[in-house]
């Protein structure tokens, strides 16, 4: 009898509804808290699980910021220097050489360089014309992004060193601070989601996993939902004011 009755409480127990709860939460900065109000009470006899479901916002975190957007060169038969200054944003090569090309015209020295990409080896070529020389020498300069090391180019066919660095991140990490179970390079991290966009800059990042991956919730009353956007350094995202809205579901197990 006593095992009839636990076999008969297993059984309501997992043909009973589960518990699942829809979260939504939305802001313009990479790093905010969500207040509970109430408090979520998850039951402590119970597991639960939680996944990110669905991402959305706008691929406008820069990869030219202040720390790296600007490209000096030296008229040498007259000594004068030139300078271009590339607006912060999110760049693909091809769009940081029409802004190079854009600004040498206005500057009268249109004709000074070229700035082509070598697709074979993922590199980056200067063809700089007699009468110049291109000039690395400042700390907010391209020269890591293009690929060049030296602080100096002159007149001639120059191909970069290192490979065109234009992609700054690598991977975007969805931080939350209610679970446990997953890790980044052996440390453990609240990371609950990672992903790269499938779209260019300037376009709508609409991210939903196929598979979802759920993580053990690790708290049993959710007062607060903190959510950090980082890239793979720990670095936090610059949304540079674009609205991100995630869903996640949480569920029992």
């Not at 109000?37 to 030219?64: C, G, M, R």
């Not at 992004?145 to 490979?163: A, C, Q």
């Not at 700054?168 to 601070?177: D, E, K, L, P, T």
Request: hydrophobic letters at 35%; a neutral charge.
């Amino acid at each position: 009898m006593i095992e009839n009755n636990k076999l008969l409480k297993q059984l309501v127990i997992n043909t009973s509804p589960k518990e699942d709860h829809q979260i939504i939460v939305s802001n313009n900065k990479p790093e905010f808290n969500t207040i509970f109000n109430p408090s979520l009470q998850l039951d402590k006899d119970k597991q639960y699980e939680v996944a990110l479901v669905d991402l959305e916002t706008y691929y406008s975190f820069p990869n030219i910021s202040k720390h790296n957007n600007t490209f000096a060169y030296e008229i040498t038969h007259t000594n004068k220097s030139g300078i271009i200054e590339i607006p912060i944003g999110s760049y693909e090569f091809n769009g940081l050489n029409k802004e190079i090309a854009r600004q040498l015209k206005m500057n009268g020295d249109e004709d000074a360089f070229k700035l082509i990409a070598n697709h074979n080896t993922f590199k980056s070529i200067l063809e700089i014309q007699p009468g110049y020389a291109v000039e690395f020498n400042n700390r907010n300069s391209l020269k890591s992004v293009l690929g060049f090391t030296k602080d100096r180019y002159p007149s001639g066919f120059h191909e970069s060193e290192n490979i065109v660095n234009i992609l700054a991140i690598n991977s975007i990490f969805i931080h939350i601070n209610i679970i446990n179970g997953s890790i980044v390079n052996g440390s453990q991290e609240p990371v609950v989601y990672s992903f790269f966009p499938k779209v260019s800059p300037g376009y709508k990042i609409i991210q939903k996993p196929v598979n979802p991956i759920y993580l053990p919730v690790a708290i049993n009353t959710i007062r607060d939902f903190h959510v950090k956007i980082t890239d793979q350094n720990h670095k936090l995202l610059d949304l540079r004011g674009e609205e991100i809205t995630i869903r996640f579901h949480l569920r029992q197990k």
